[in-house]
């Protein structure tokens, strides 16, 4: 196990082509942290940097306390997942896991006993016979992961490994990835472009885009405090909904004004950030579950949002439902047993405390 720095690493590609823009990032011992963002962000970029699989434009990569810019990949104590399996079509399961420890010529009976002890943590003892074709795409990449298991590397990298899989098997793997880490303790770096696996897998997110770094934090502070509109837009299922106004003094105190008439009182943790503001442009940001809450609702004094319902979607034990307000739409996630009706004009209440503002310049969050 060992931890992995990251400092002021750059990726330029031909033609001035900026992948990566200076990237720092000190991963502890023992952590999971995922990478996330939209394609193109440079999260696969950075992993396979650290892998050795790409070189490094500028900056420094360590693992524990040895510089790695210049060390091959496989002198770099590290197991590497991929989103394809990879795994040799023509070799049995049990043969594939063992591939790198024969290359590097282990004992048969060490062999034997680290293929074993991975394919009892990840509950495929019984397909060490079989070849890939016999295999569902679920249990293949149990094998790729195996595979990875017998190294017993410093760091685990995960590149999308749960893509290919369907939604049902995602989640199950999932899980499965997570009970292996908290099993053997190694530091994993995971990348994703699927922010559901970013919020339920790591211990710390960082979130990418255009090759920089928007935010690093754990997943309920990402969620809580986002530090700008697009890691706030990004982070959250559905996305966090969006009104573009300006702040008004009012008799009350300061007023966000916002389309169709929309009038919201900043709430009073709000209001010193947002004094600067008076009179001037800012976006206003709500999660769907602060639209139309119990917590809202049941409050006398909470703001509410009169809008017509565009869309319904039930979820099981929830719905979303959309509305739209002049040329704004936003969604509100409610418990499934609440009535809507198409077409009609509504007036779901807002949960004002967990309002988000952001400058529209920056895009950073006020305050």
């Known amino acids: 196990m060992a931890k992995v720095t990251l400092e002021h690493v750059n990726k330029v590609y031909p033609g001035n082509v900026l992948a990566v823009d200076d990237f720092n990032l000190e991963i502890k011992d023992g952590e999971f942290v995922v990478l ?53 079509p023509h070799m049995s399961v049990w043969e594939n896991m063992a591939f790198g420890l024969k290359l590097r010529r282990f004992s048969k009976r060490e062999i034997d006993s680290r293929v074993q002890e991975a394919a009892r943590i990840l509950g495929i003892t019984d397909l060490l016979d079989r070849r890939p074709k016999a295999l569902s795409g ?41 009970r292996l880490h908290n099993q053997l303790g190694t530091t994993m770096i995971y990348v994703t472009h699927d922010q559901v696996e970013a919020m339920t897998m790591g211990q710390r997110i960082v979130v990418m885009k255009d090759g920089l770094v928007q935010q690093v934090a754990d997943p309920l502070s990402l969620y809580d405090g986002p ?85 319904i979607e039930p979820m099981g034990s929830e719905s979303y439902i959309y509305f739209r307000l002049a040329d704004t739409t936003f969604i509100s996630r409610v418990d499934a047993h609440r009535k809507f009706k198409l077409g009609e004009t509504a007036e779901p209440a807002v949960f004002i405390n967990k309002a988000h503002f952001f400058d529209p310049s920056s895009e950073n969050r006020i305050g």
């Not at 017993?152 to 199950?172: G, H, I, T, Y």
């Not at 573009?244 to 950030?273: C, D, W, Y």
């Open 36 to 88: 996330v963002g939209p394609s193109g962000c440079g999260k696969s970029t950075t992993l396979r940097m650290v892998a050795g699989l790409e070189e490094i434009s500028g900056g420094t990569i360590r693992i524990g306390d040895r510089v790695i810019n210049d060390v091959p990949p496989k002198d770099r104590d590290i197991a590497m997942v991929f989103q394809n399996y990879a795994l040799y």
């Open 138 to 178: 679920g249990q293949r990449q149990r094998v790729a992961v195996g595979r990875a298991i017998v190294r017993k590397p410093a760091v685990f990298l995960f590149d999308e490994p749960l893509s290919n899989l369907d939604a049902k098997m995602r989640v199950q793997m999932r899980v499965e990835i997570s």
């Open 227 to 311: 530090a700008n509109r697009f890691v706030a837009g990004f982070i959250g299922m559905p996305p966090m909904n969006i009104f573009e106004g300006h702040i008004r003094s009012a008799p009350s105190g300061l007023m966000f004004e916002g389309p169709g008439g929309l009038q919201i009182q900043v709430p009073e943790k709000n209001k010193t950030a947002l004094a600067a503001y008076r009179d001037k442009p800012v976006t206003l940001g709500l999660r769907p579950e602060d639209i139309g809450s119990a917590a809202a609702e049941s409050s006398p004094s909470a703001p509410r949002i009169r809008a017509v319902v565009e869309v």
